[in-house]
């Protein structure tokens, strides 16, 4: 459903509560038990090294490294 498309009384009717009032504490409590808290799940973190390896995979950052290792073979000349 396209809520943020409704009115306000269209939404709250739908979910059954009011503006002014809101949700009685009964209310809150059977609905925490049916749907959960409304938390997004973290999921897994990726390592450090992940990361650090993850910097990797740009194509100009290859080209930067390339040029450094050249500039190290070639030193001053």
Same mark, same amino acid.
């Given at each position: 459903?396209?809520? #943020? &498309? @409704?009115?306000?009384?269209?939404?709250?009717?739908?979910?059954?509560?009011?503006?002014? *009032?809101? @949700?009685?504490?009964?209310?809150?409590? !059977? *609905?925490? &038990? *049916? #749907?959960? #808290?409304? =938390? @997004?799940?973290?999921? !897994? !973190?990726?390592?450090?090294?992940?990361?650090?390896?993850?910097?990797? =995979?740009?194509?100009?950052?290859?080209? @930067?490294?390339?040029?450094?290792?050249?500039?190290?073979?070639?030193?001053?000349?």
């Amino acid at each position: 459903m396209n809520w #943020y &498309k @409704l009115k306000e009384e269209e939404v709250t009717s739908s979910v059954g509560t009011s503006i002014e *009032r809101g @949700l009685s504490e009964k209310e809150v409590e !059977k *609905r925490l &038990k *049916r #749907y959960g #808290y409304n =938390k @997004l799940d973290e999921g !897994k !973190k990726p390592s450090a090294l992940f990361v650090f390896l993850g910097q990797f =995979k740009d194509f100009m950052v290859l080209v @930067l490294l390339a040029a450094t290792f050249i500039s190290g073979v070639l030193g001053d000349t």
